[in-house]
Each structure stands twice: as C-alpha cells, then as structure tokens.
C-alpha cells in the first residue's frame, strides 16, 4: 500500500481519486517512518508493557502505528508529558 | 465455579475447561456453520453467469503465417482468407510492433484466442516472434458499407483480448477498468451486442473512423449502452462505424 | 495492563478457535471452487484467477456477517460466548481474506496496462451520477482501509494504549465498513451477476444484522433508576434476594454508567459495569475463584475493591453500597478506580424505617 505513491506514475488524469490515491500514499509513507520510531524507541518510554516486550514482538504494533499515526503522535505527546509532571 | 451452578447457565472462561453445556452447543453451530459454508459456497457459485462459450487454446503455442497489416487494427490475413486479429502480452496493442512488417508476409509465434466469429493471435514477447518471411501477399480488405442504414444496438463495449477469453468473464462491471486499459493499451475494441434479434455478432467497433476511442465512449466501456451504427465489413469482420453522439447507458431490459 | 505482549496471544481456546474458523474458510473456498470448474467447464469454464478473486471476496462478506452477528448473539443467549471470545482473530483473518481478494483484483484487473494498478483500477472513467458508472471499487477500498486499521489494531497493547473506550469507538467503524462492503457489491459484482439469489443473499444478511441487533438491543434494555428525594442520594436497587448468590446483576443509573452488583459471601459489592479489558458487561459475569469475572475474555477483578488480582493491574469504580432491612442501596457516585470499600451487609436485626417503597 505505502508504495502507491511511487507506483503512481502515468497520471494522465488528475481527478479526486487520483489525489486521494497520492495522498493515501504519503499518510503511509508518513506513517511507517513515525512507526519505526515508535517501535524501537518511543514506546519504551510510555507502557512499561510494551517495553519489557523483545523488538521482533513490538514490530506487530508497526501496522497499527502507520494506520492511525496522527491518534499515535497526539497520544504518545500526552503520556510522555503525564510521565515526566508526575 | 459458582455456588448454586446448578440452578443458573454455565459460565464460560476463555481460559478455564468448557462448560459442558457449552461445548453441545458449540459442537451443534459448528456443523451448522460447515454446512452453511458447504452450501453457500456450491449455491453462490452455481448462481454465478455463464461466461459464454470461447476455443481457449492458449497453452499451446504456435506459429501461423500471413500477411500482416496494421490497419484499421493489427491483423494477420492468412492464405486463405481467414484473418486473425494480432494482440500483445498483457494489456497492449501491437500496433507499434508490427509496424515494419505491414504489408509483408511474416510468421508469427503465439497463442489463438477465439470467441464466436472472432479470433486473435497473441504475440509471443520474445523479439523475433514475428519475423518476415517469403510467401504470397494478400491484399489489405477494404472496408465495404453495404448500406448507409443506421442499426440501433444494445450491448457492452469490451476489449478484443479478455473477451475473446483472456479472461473469463471479460465483460460486465468488474471488468469495466480493465476493459478500458486494454483498449486504452491499444487492444481492439469490439461490441459484445446484447440484443437478441440481432443478426451481427462481436463486431469491432470504429470511432469516427478510428479504433482510438474518444475519452467520452472510453467512459462508457464495460457498461451496458445502446447506440447507433452503420454496418460494413473488412472481409470477414464485420464493424460497427458507432456516430458517438449516439451512444446513452442502457438501463433497460434486453429486447 | 496485561503482564506482557507476545505477537499472538494463543491460548488452549483461541488456537482451536483460529484452526476451526481457517477450516471453515478453507471449506468455502474448495467448494466455490470446485462447484464453478463443476458447472462451467471446458470451452466456458471461469478464469482460476476470477474464481479466486470471487471466492476470497465471498468470504471475507461471509465473514463479516459472523462477526456482525456474534455481538447480539451473545447478548441473546451466553452460549455464544466462545464465539465472541477470539472474535478479534477472526476479524483479522477476514480482513487477510479482503486483502487477498483486493491483491488479485488489482494485479488481474488493474496491471500489465498503460496506467499504474493503482491508476488503473480506481481512477478509470467512471460515473459518480450513474449506477453502471459507479466506481464499486473505491467502495471497497475505503472498506478494506477501515478493515486494516481494525485488524493492524487488534492487539492488546492498542487497547491499552488507546484507552478502550477509544479503541472500542474506532472499531465501531466497522459498520461503516459493512456500508461500503454493500455499496462495493451492490454497484460491482450484482451490475453484472443479475441471479437473483445473490442479490436475495445480501439482502437477508443485512436483514438479519439488522434484526439481531434491534432483539439485542431489546432484550438488554432495562428502566433506569432514579433516587427518590427523601433518600438522595442513595438509590434503592431492590431487594438483597434479588440479587442471586455470585452471578452478576446490571443496574441502570439514569444518565449514569451502569453499575454491576455481585454478591459474594455474606455481602454484597458494586462495581462500575465496565470492564478495564475491551469495556465488557461485568454485570453479565460471575465469581470464579472469588474474583468477578467478565464474560468477554475472563478479566477479573476484586468485588471489594475493583483490582484485579497480582500481577495485573487493571483497576475499575467501585460504589457504596447499605442495606437497609431488605433493601439495597446505592450510591451512585462512582469511587475512583480501585478503591476499597466494605461489602454491604446486612444488619443483625432488620431495620425498622423501610425505606424507598415504590
């Protein structure tokens, strides 16, 4: 799915589907930088869980990271400001 | 487990033994749900339209040989009269491949496809699948009106590839943006007519002379439509010449 | 919130549960398959490659319909509760099955031409005013993106991590899902495939989604409660007999959540309806080995303090509860999550003020 955006070539008309397929394309691509970020690093900071977990085991939540990386950001923002007040 | 288990239902645990009133029912919905599928999947594929009938020989490679012209479509007339339609691998036209052999007499390697009164040799993609040889030119067929009358037909526009069963089906809406890449790929367009009284059957179908569809016909490929035509013959094809300005979706039952 | 994460969390149940719901799947499969090559052979036989597509497609609906209807079933009778136990497995099977039949269709139908697959496939000429002309399939693909947030959320790390009433409103979108599955089907494949028993079939799915959940919906319904002025704020509940020896029972607070009532030896506790899990009816559960237990996944908690038992950590409102003669009471402002509190017992000698006639 996230190479849509490269695959995408021969456009010869530009319509709203076509704008939806390159912009599907870059919230992937957008998605899977933020998501390996979020599995190697970020995570250990905010679940304890998820932290004692292997790196092969935290790549699961790689998928989900790239689907919903905006809730994923604002989230991660929040916990890590509830971690480091209290 | 509870008190008074025997007064109230079984409870069940993921992760503790299933209750034996729990697991009668379980036994009893998975034979219902393995013949819901064994049903569903025999009714539904029943249910399913018959593709029509096609002479797929495509797993058999072979050579003929003809002369090969590239106009008004990629053509193959052989010794006999008989004309193969030339198509390529995947969703292209030969058009440009052919190009240096039109009017010549050459061997081609491929694999027939055929449906009704149509058929179509597709290009081996190997470099010397076609290849000039020496043999007796056939003239190039010109196209013959027998009357300017104009026909009314109902029917679908598809592709000279899938329909003549590179796939199967190769007509109807799932196939409508395949349909249109082939053509658009330069494949011949044909009109698959649905009317049951006609007398013309798979012809292809020109566009103000043109086998290049104008983007508002392109629009309408794979749909059921009705429109206008004038009938003449290249040899044996027959062709719609289609008046675009004609052509309206068919909601309609057939005639 | 749970001990640790492993890729798949298997258990004894679950394993048998996926290897009954792949067999089920396979058993479609092979018989679609084989009943078309059976009916349509030689000269008309269908393309393998569209019987793929048709039969993968077919199945992730089929699939889709289960798991519609194993939420209101459970709700109608408990027996179902297996079924609903791994239900987050077999979305996720179903949404490989979507994939597969997405995959083929956009390499069969959308590559090898002058345009990308992607160009090809979605942004051909269509018709958004026409019903022939509708392009079907970026209904499906709307559905198959839903599906895989879903499915690429179903984790138990997501639930903790999103908080589970967000997770739970995030996979409520699968009914937006099943909308466009409908539209996907209704302006694609019936287009062209005019048998009426299909068109008959997807009608009587979605009549029977429908109807299932309009039962549930009934059969859970119950009055909310009020305080009466003299007692505010407690609540009467009714009476300590009406509230059976370890079973659950849900009491409905107007324009609160709803409590669960469990009474365990000698008292009797409240705690909030909601589980920690994945927001399942506590209510609906039982005591197993002295613990609340949720009828969803087996989480359980402490009736007198909404812990759960070391080493998890979930933790759930509790509510003050008196008995006054022969009447519960309630007070329904939740505690915060975890917090003790004595269970309601009854007075050595009944009461004399009754309170709460109604």
Known sequence: ?86 | MSDNKNSAPEFYVGYLPLPRSHKRFLSALVSVLVIAMLSSGALIAAAQRNPGKTDQVSTQRATWSGTVYTDPYPMMIHDDGSIHLLIGIGKFGVKDRIAPFNGKHCQADGWALARTNRSAIQLDITPDAIRETSGPIRPAPTQTTQSNEQVELIGEIVDGKCFLGAMKPGDGKAHKACATLCIQGGLPPMFAVSNQSSTTQLPLVLVNGSPTLPQSVLELVGEPIKLTATRSTLGPIEILNVNPASIQRWSGQNP | MTVSYTWVQWNKHKKIYDLIMLALSLIFVATFILTSTLVYKDDEAISAMILAIRAFGILAIILLHIILCIGPLTRITPLMSPILYNRRHLGVMMFFAALIHAGLALLFYGAFGVRSPFAGLFDGYHAYTSISGFPFEIMGLFALLILFVMASTSHDFWLAFLTPCLWKSLHMLVYLAYAFVLLHVVFGALQSERHPALATALIAGAVTVFALHIVSGLKEFKPSLQAQEADAPWIDIGLVNDFPMDQGRVVCIANQERVAIFRHNDGISALSNVCAHQAGPLGEGRIVNGCVTCPWHGYQYHADNGQSPPPYTERIPTYELRIEGERVLLNPQPNPPGTPVTPAVRSSEPSSDEVGET
Do not use: E
Not at chain 1, 1 to 15: A, F, K, N, R
Not at chain 1, 21 to 40: D, E, K, N, P, Q
């Open chain 1, 1 to 86: 799915m996230m190479g849509s955006c490269v695959l995408y070539c021969g456009i010869d008309i530009m319509t709203p589907a076509s704008i939806f397929l390159i912009l599907l394309g870059m919230y992937f691509a957008v998605g899977t930088v933020i998501g390996l970020v979020f599995v190697i690093i970020g995570i250990r900071k905010i679940d304890p869980v998820a932290a004692g977990a292997p790196l092969r085991v935290r790549f699961i939540f790689l998928p989900g990271t790239i689907s919903i990386w905006p809730i994923v950001l604002y989230l991660w923002r929040t916990k890590l400001k509830a971690g480091s007040s209290s």
